[in-house]
């Protein structure tokens, strides 16, 4: 399975943004999604997560009520609909993929997109 992320870009501080991560290559029924963020010089955190069937999501206390995440199972793709930017949410976003259920944790993910920039100016 490959995941390849897009949608990063420069915003300002209260806009929005979607990201998109779509998979290819051998894909399976089951698949949990996650997107994970790192900021300049800080470690990888976990930002949120959704299970297969959608009916399970998680968030970061730092993104709840601002982000949300999808999925679209027909598309092989996972969302990220980001809103109220902030400048503390400037990071590489990282889209993870899983058939071990939807998780907080990085080591649960099998599979993981290449990132993408999301830059938010004040």
């Known amino acids: 399975v490959q995941l390849q992320a897009s949608g990063g870009g420069l915003v300002q501080a209260g806009g929005s943004l979607r990201l998109s991560c779509a998979a290819s290559?051998?894909?399976?029924?089951?698949?949990?999604w996650a997107w994970f963020r790192q900021a300049p010089g800080k470690e990888r955190e976990f930002v949120a997560a959704i299970s297969w069937s959608g009916g399970t999501t998680y968030y970061a206390d730092s993104v709840k009520g601002r982000f949300t995440i999808s999925r679209d199972n027909a598309k092989n793709t996972a969302y990220l609909q980001m809103n109220s930017l902030k400048p503390e949410d400037t990071a590489v976003y990282y889209c993870a993929a899983t058939l071990r259920g939807t998780s907080r944790y990085e080591r649960e993910y099998d599979y993981w997109g290449q990132g993408t920039l999301v830059t938010v100016s004040s």
């Open positions: 290559g051998r894909t399976f029924s089951g698949l949990a």
